[in-house]
């Protein structure tokens, strides 16, 4: 893997997914206050993977990616509204996200949940313009809505985030750690990657490649984020370092210490290449956006 073609490849996406969302929320919207807090959460900062995955399932089905922009947009909302409500007091109560002050801290708590609602209600009026774009079936949105609902619901990403709640305070096993992080924070990857796919009417067994693919790469990005909580720096993470500890949640360096934890980063890894491999060069891209993960320091 060459690091600089990569950056140079990822930065190309980044600001492409940056210079839409930018078009998503009217900063002179009334009210005023809602729509402020709503640009600073989704335009401070952030990785972009989730829309980039949503990029990149669309290139490996055949499509212009460009047609399928609102939904890597609305990924990226619903990401962003997880976040906020994630930061809130009565949740991580976090008070520092990409290197800013979160939302409720900019904004009151009360603008911040609703921020949040706002974002993610929003998200859904951008799946659903997909619709609109000329050469997309519009049975494919329909799939990609319920698609993105599912992961983003109780069997989902809040499911996830509801058993880590439960899980402060207790000691929990591998498989219970498993499936809080597949549902928490692969789910929504999941999604991501096969809504881009879905809409560029890719067939159900390569749908499926991506599916494991996207479970595994959530699995090794919650261990880097787990190690990250330990051994990061504060400066380039851009949130409190040791939140983990502070809420008394079992992690995997908990679990397994921290090196054993960068062996399980490499073996999801491993496995997440291995299920692109019948796709050729255009899955390039999506095999170093794996291994980056392993390289990653925020």
């Given at each position: 893997?060459?690091?600089?073609?990569?950056?140079?490849?990822?930065?190309?996406?980044?600001?492409?997914?940056?210079?839409?969302?930018?078009?998503?929320?009217?900063?002179n919207a009334h009210?005023?206050?809602?729509?402020?807090?709503?640009?600073?959460?989704?335009?401070?900062?952030?990785?972009?993977?989730?829309?980039?995955?949503?990029?990149?399932?669309?290139?490996?089905?055949?499509?212009?990616?460009?047609?399928?922009?609102?939904?890597?947009?609305?990924?990226?909302?619903?990401?962003?509204?997880?976040?906020?409500?994630?930061?809130?007091?009565?949740?991580?109560?976090?008070?520092?996200?990409?290197?800013?002050?979160?939302?409720?801290?900019?904004?009151?708590?009360?603008?911040?949940?609703?921020?949040?609602?706002?974002?993610?209600?929003?998200?859904?009026?951008?799946l659903a313009s997909?619709?609109?774009?000329?050469?997309?079936?519009?049975?494919?949105?329909?799939?990609?809505?319920?698609?993105?609902?599912?992961?983003?619901?109780?069997?989902?990403?809040?499911?996830?985030?509801?058993?880590?709640?439960?899980?402060?305070?207790?000691?929990?096993?591998?498989?219970?750690?498993?499936?809080?992080?597949?549902?928490?924070?692969?789910?929504?990857?999941?999604?991501?990657?096969?809504?881009?796919?879905?809409?560029?009417?890719?067939?159900?067994?390569?749908?499926?490649?991506?599916?494991?693919?996207?479970?595994?790469?959530?699995?090794?990005?919650?261990?880097?984020?787990?190690?990250?909580?330990?051994?990061?720096?504060?400066?380039?993470?851009?949130?409190?370092?040791?939140?983990?500890?502070?809420?008394?949640?079992?992690?995997?360096?908990?679990?397994?210490?921290?090196e054993k934890s960068?062996?399980?980063?490499?073996?999801?890894?491993?496995?997440?290449?291995?299920?692109?491999?019948?796709?050729?060069?255009?899955?390039?891209?999506?095999?170093?956006?794996?291994?980056?993960?392993?390289?990653?320091?925020?």
């Open positions: 893997m060459d690091l600089s073609i990569f950056s140079h490849e990822l930065n190309i996406r980044k600001k492409l997914i940056e210079d839409n969302l930018v078009k998503c929320i009217n900063i009210p005023p206050s809602i729509h402020a807090a709503m640009e600073y959460a989704l335009l401070n900062g952030g990785k972009r993977i989730r829309p980039i995955m949503v990029l990149e399932g669309a290139k490996l089905a055949g499509i212009d990616y460009k047609k399928i922009l609102p939904t890597a947009c609305a990924l990226e909302l619903i990401h962003t509204y997880s976040l906020v409500h994630d930061d809130l007091p009565a949740m991580d109560n976090d008070e520092l996200r990409r290197g800013k002050p979160t939302c409720h801290i900019e904004y009151g708590e009360d603008i911040a949940i609703l921020t949040g609602d706002a974002l993610l209600t929003l998200a859904f009026e951008l997909n619709s609109q774009v000329v050469g997309i079936n519009n049975l494919n949105v329909v799939k990609v809505i319920s698609e993105v609902a599912n992961a983003a619901g109780s069997q989902g990403m809040i499911g996830g985030q509801v058993i880590d709640l439960a899980s402060e305070g207790k000691s929990i096993d591998y498989d219970s750690l498993l499936n809080l992080h597949s549902l928490k924070t692969g789910k929504l990857f999941e999604a991501s990657l096969v809504s881009g796919a879905i809409l560029g009417d890719m067939g159900e067994e390569d749908i499926k490649k991506l599916r494991n693919y996207a479970y595994h790469y959530g699995l090794a990005f919650q261990i880097t984020d787990d190690i990250l909580d330990v051994t990061g720096d504060v400066s380039k993470v851009g949130k409190p370092i040791g939140s983990d500890e502070k809420n008394f949640k079992t992690t995997y360096p908990t679990l397994f210490g921290i960068k062996e399980l980063a490499k073996v999801n890894i491993d496995k997440c290449i291995d299920n692109l491999n019948s796709f050729g060069e255009k899955a390039d891209f999506l095999k170093s956006l794996a291994i980056y993960t392993l390289l990653r320091n925020n």
